[in-house]
């Protein structure tokens, strides 16, 4: 039987895949009647491939700036900085180029603009829910974003930003911060580098399995979860096998866009994603990382709650048979990335406060097995020791 549900479109124009990204930049910026583009990239990137000439180049003086400068996990103080160089330029359009960091930068630049914070304190009055955010019902500067890693959340309208003195990560939301465009070019991707790639690869895997093993799911979110796990797993094998292998590339890259249908619309996540966020904030794992160590332990823990959902992720990976938690774990293998918590320098110590943090996270208490409480973090956390 199917249950009664609710697609919600996103604010979103359009995807482009397959082009050069320079090409769809000037396309996209004269479509959208963008004249002063302020543009946020990541600074590995920048440092090995000419980004701001080639945007120069691209856009002339429609370019009104760009920076760099977005350390893991977007703290506070980076898109205070950023959304500070963005007024001043009295930027139309935000252009993102790099990884998951910098694009919640991007989103998170928007309500700094919309809502003239100027102070990392600021924020608190941003959160969800909060009386200052509901006031904001469009954003008057949107972004374009060009990823260059696979942890998509060029495809949400969801960031992730830490307060880094209370070392948490936290989610913001406006329907608005969604980017208008995405540029899927794997042209300029092998510049990332390989364990970085993998790993957010195995991030978009973590988007599809949860989605395929939501609490509330529905024909679409299936049906694209589960062609994202194809694409994703076929694109990463290869892709480890030869990193030149550009076709390959953009097979993970549209395996990323299918897995996050569900998430655009409000598919509730589960453990892996509740747990890794705050591995993100507390711990200072890496972000693709957090999915690598969780994501095969949370499907043991909760296979006595959603079994037949877990049948679903096992047959997308060709093995029906098979265990999804071994599955997962076999494919985090095959690409050499570290699988517990021990591996990513978490330490004993930090799981107690981890297991606390995590209840903060609304993934947590949409998890299709019940957690009670800290206690119950604390026995995944165990598993992924």
């Known amino acids: 039987m199917i249950e009664p549900g609710i697609y919600r479109y996103p604010r979103m124009d359009r995807v482009v895949f397959g082009q050069p990204w320079e090409r769809v930049l000037v396309e996209e910026v004269e479509r959208l009647g963008a004249s002063r583009v302020f543009a946020i990239a990541g600074s590995t990137l920048a440092g090995t491939v000419?980004?701001?000439?080639?945007?120069?180049?691209?856009?002339?003086?429609?370019?009104?700036?760009?920076?760099?400068?977005?350390?893991?996990?977007?703290?506070?103080?980076?898109?205070?900085?950023?959304?500070?160089?963005?007024?001043?330029?009295?930027?139309?359009?935000?252009?993102?180029?790099?990884?998951?960091?910098?694009?919640?930068?991007?989103?998170?630049?928007?309500l700094c603009l919309a809502a003239d914070a100027k102070e990392p304190q600021a924020l608190d009055a941003l959160r969800p829910g909060e009386p200052a955010l509901e006031k904001i019902r469009t954003l008057a500067v949107r972004t374009l974003a060009i990823p260059t890693t696979l942890s998509g959340g060029e495809f949400t309208p969801i960031a992730g930003c830490t307060d880094v003195t209370k070392r948490l990560k936290e989610g913001f939301f406006h329907p608005e911060m969604i980017p208008q465009a995405v540029i899927l070019d794997p042209r300029i991707t092998p510049h990332t580098p390989m364990r970085l790639w993998l790993s957010t690869g195995i991030r978009a895997v973590d988007h599809a399995v949860e989605t395929l093993?939501?609490?509330?799911?529905?024909?679409?979110?299936?049906?694209?979860?589960?062609?994202?796990?194809?694409?994703?797993?076929?694109?990463?094998?290869?892709?480890?096998?030869?990193?030149?292998?550009?076709?390959?590339?953009?097979?993970?890259?549209?395996?990323?866009?299918?897995?996050?249908?569900?998430?655009?619309?409000?598919?509730?996540?589960?453990?892996?994603?509740?747990?890794?966020?705050?591995?993100?904030?507390?711990?200072?794992?890496?972000?693709?990382?957090?999915?690598?160590?969780?994501?095969?332990?949370?499907?043991?823990?909760?296979?006595?709650?959603?079994?037949?959902?877990?049948?679903?992720?096992?047959?997308?990976?060709?093995?029906?048979?098979?265990?999804?938690?071994?599955?997962?774990?076999?494919?985090?293998?095959?690409?050499?990335?570290?699988?517990?918590?021990?591996?990513?320098?978490?330490?004993?110590?930090?799981?107690?406060?981890?297991a606390k943090n995590s209840m903060h996270d609304r993934a947590i208490a949409t998890n299709p097995r019940k957690i009670r409480g800290p206690e119950d973090v604390r026995e995944i956390l165990e598993l992924a020791w």
């Open 213 to 354: 093993c939501s609490i509330h799911s529905q024909p679409l979110f299936e049906a694209t979860s589960v062609h994202a796990l194809r694409l994703l797993q076929q694109g990463l094998i290869r892709t480890k096998q030869d990193p030149a292998d550009l076709d390959a590339r953009l097979e993970s890259m549209l395996g990323v866009w299918l897995s996050l249908i569900g998430i655009q619309s409000g598919a509730p996540m589960a453990a892996s994603h509740g747990i890794g966020h705050v591995l993100g904030g507390t711990a200072g794992v890496p972000h693709g990382f957090t999915s690598c160590v969780m994501l095969a332990h949370v499907l043991r823990w909760n296979k006595a709650a959603n079994a037949d959902r877990q049948a679903l992720v096992s047959a997308a990976l060709g093995q029906p048979q098979a265990d999804a938690g071994d599955l997962v774990a076999d494919l985090v293998r095959k690409l050499e990335l570290p699988s517990t918590l021990r591996e990513v320098g978490v330490t004993r110590e930090q799981l107690d406060l981890i």
């Open 50 to 110: 000419p980004l701001a000439a080639a945007m120069r180049e691209a856009l002339g003086e429609r370019l009104a700036g760009f920076t760099t400068g977005i350390r893991a996990h977007t703290p506070r103080d980076d898109v205070i900085a950023a959304a500070a160089k963005a007024r001043e330029a009295r930027a139309d359009l935000i252009v993102t180029i790099g990884g998951g960091s910098v694009t919640d930068a991007g989103k998170m630049v928007l």
